[in-house]
């Protein structure tokens, strides 16, 4: 069946540094490829989406860049902040369906 | 607009009980979905519709029903309670004319525990 694996499951990086995070998906008809980041104690926000007419998508410091060829989109975060702290998620559609496959999350925490 | 709201925010069961965890939005979207979220284990999403009167089901159905009797709500049933359906429940809608794939909005969220 369709799967999202998401890597790496936790990450820690120095304020400022730079942070990727990385999806893999199996279906190769998905054309559609958000990120969602949710806070302790809160609901799941969309962040940044890229559609697979495009490689990259650009949002001030997030950007997500999408590898269709190697079935993989990954996150970046530059000049990472305190308040960047939270786990992020991606997801991806089943192709034929209206469902979403999300991936386990991967906790950022960014160190002052 | 309210968005997605959810009713309750928490819940204590016994096992063998049941319940409905209530979801709503005023977006006008014609597609709703519950998840439930457990550490380590990502959002899995349990049902879903694409409309009044369309349902099914997700990767993790067992245990759950659902129905869509208006475009605005969409409820979910537990049958009976099992402790492995402690978890936090989150509903999402989108719309989906004009294009399959838009942003999904979610719920706050109902945090259940079954003893």
């Known amino acids: 069946g369709e799967n999202v694996e998401q890597h790496p499951s936790t990450l820690s990086v120095q304020e400022g540094d730079s942070a990727v995070i990385k999806c893999t998906y199996s279906d190769s008809a998905s054309n559609y490829f958000p990120w969602y980041k949710q806070e302790l104690g809160k609901r799941p926000q969309l962040i940044i989406d890229?559609?697979?007419?495009?490689g990259e998508k650009k949002d001030q410091r997030i950007a997500v860049t999408l590898n269709k060829t190697a079935k993989h989109f990954s996150l970046h975060i530059t000049e990472t902040q305190p308040e960047d702290s939270a786990v992020y998620f991606c997801a991806g559609p089943t192709s034929g369906t209206y469902k979403y496959i999300f991936g386990t999350g991967t906790r950022l925490k960014v160190l002052a | 607009n309210a968005g997605v709201t959810q009713t309750p925010k928490f819940q204590v069961l016994k096992t063998g009980q049941s319940m409905t965890l209530q979801c709503a939005q005023d977006m006008n979207h014609e597609y709703m979905s519950w998840y439930r979220q457990d550490p380590g284990m990502g959002l899995r999403l349990i049902h879903y519709?694409?409309?009044?009167?369309?349902?099914d089901q997700g990767e993790v159905p067992n245990g759950y029903n659902v129905s869509r009797s208006t475009t605005e709500d969409f409820p979910l049933r537990l049958l009976s309670a099992a402790p492995s359906q402690t978890s936090v429940y989150f509903c999402?809608?989108?719309?989906?004319?004009?294009?399959?794939?838009?942003?999904?909005?979610f719920g706050p969220g109902t945090r259940l525990t079954v003893l």
């Open positions: 519709s694409v409309g009044a009167g369309i349902t």
């Open positions: 890229i559609r697979s007419n495009v």
């Open positions: 999402a809608s989108r719309r989906t004319s004009g294009s399959l794939h838009n942003e999904q909005f």
